[in-house]
């Protein structure tokens, strides 16, 4: 099983220089195309699991395969991730098609090629005729779907994002989470995905890893964590209210429909069949799966 995982985590344990241990004994499984979120309070241990997986800090004892491959040894330029942080982290002396090119232009493809790839990229993150601008002009929204299209152009082997959207307003992350959600879908790229945000991680993810004190306490749908929660998640997740519905249709374009209060409410990002019992977490302004 492990060599048909995008991403596997053997029994992994990221240990500090000064011997603090930020992350114990983890093991998790991605497949091939599979957004797993890693969801927790600050000092979880997320973004030190995935530092540890891209080679960015030093993983003690266990394994991380990607692809099946073994990456102990193996630098972090070489082990074929694609990497999107909170900063942008732009190049601001090239353009924007000279930023997402910068992993491609030495693959030797032809100029054009290369071009005409760039534009494809940008067309997927919504961004098409933007090659030409120059990056300092970009919006913060703009400019994390140009690192996100920068990271995703060498086509990695799996993408690794830690807190893309924290630096941007509330309104713009709950558009954006959408959208990465569907471009990373589109892209067929398999990704592992940090934030502490419970919406954003349901909205974006296939499935949630919730962390807790540098371990993973439970892995599941939004339907098993809430509807199965184990008393380690189960104080976080209560965070979200939430309630049961039965899918009474499936949507055309992906999601299903379910009755909410004798209303039918149409859930686009929810997965299951009719038939199915589906947890809606309730927001202030509505609801969602």
């Known amino acids: 099983m492990a060599g048909s995982s995008a991403l596997s985590l053997t029994h992994v344990t990221v240990t500090y220089a000064d011997g603090y241990e930020a992350v114990h004994d983890v093991s998790v499984e991605v497949e091939p ?8 309070a600050s000092g979880s241990g997320k973004s030190s699991m995935l530092r540890g997986i891209a080679g960015l800090e030093e993983v003690t ?8 491959e073994d990456t102990a040894g193996i630098p972090v ?19 924007v098609g000279q930023n997402v090119a910068y992993g491609i232009e030495r693959s030797g493809r032809s100029r054009a090629a290369v071009h005409q790839e ?11 005729g933007f090659a030409g601008r120059a990056v300092t002009t970009l919006s913060g929204g703009q400019a994390q779907r140009v690192a996100l299209a920068r990271s995703l152009a060498p086509r990695p082997r799996i993408m690794l994002l830690d807190e893309p959207l924290s630096a941007l307003d ?17 892209a067929g790229t398999a990704a592992v995905y940090v934030t502490h945000d419970h919406d954003e991680a349901f909205t974006v993810a296939d499935r949630v ?3 807790r004190d540098g371990r993973v306490v ?9 509807g199965h929660p184990v008393p380690e998640a189960e104080g976080f997740l209560r965070a979200i209210p939430t309630v049961r519905a039965i899918a009474v249709r499936k949507l055309p374009g992906g999601g ?6 004798r209303s039918e409410v149409d859930l686009p990002d929810a997965r299951g069949e009719v038939g199915d019992e589906v947890v809606v977490a309730l927001k202030e302004h509505g609801s969602s799966h």
């Open 77 to 95: 330029h070489r082990r074929g991730c694609g990497m999107v942080f909170q900063s942008p982290q732009l190049f601001p002396h090239r353009t």
């Open 170 to 186: 509330r309104r713009l992350r709950e558009e954006l989470s959408v959208e990465l959600r569907r471009i990373l879908t589109q």
């Open 61 to 68: 004892t266990g394994h991380v395969l990607i692809q099946g």
């Open 209 to 211: 890893a919730i962390m």
């Open 256 to 261: 299903v429909r379910v009755v909410l209060d």
């Open 118 to 128: 760039v534009a494809q990229w940008l067309e997927l993150v919504g961004l098409a």
């Open 218 to 226: 439970q892995v599941g749908t939004m339907s098993d964590l809430y």
């Open 33 to 40: 195309g599979e957004i797993l979120a890693l969801l927790g």
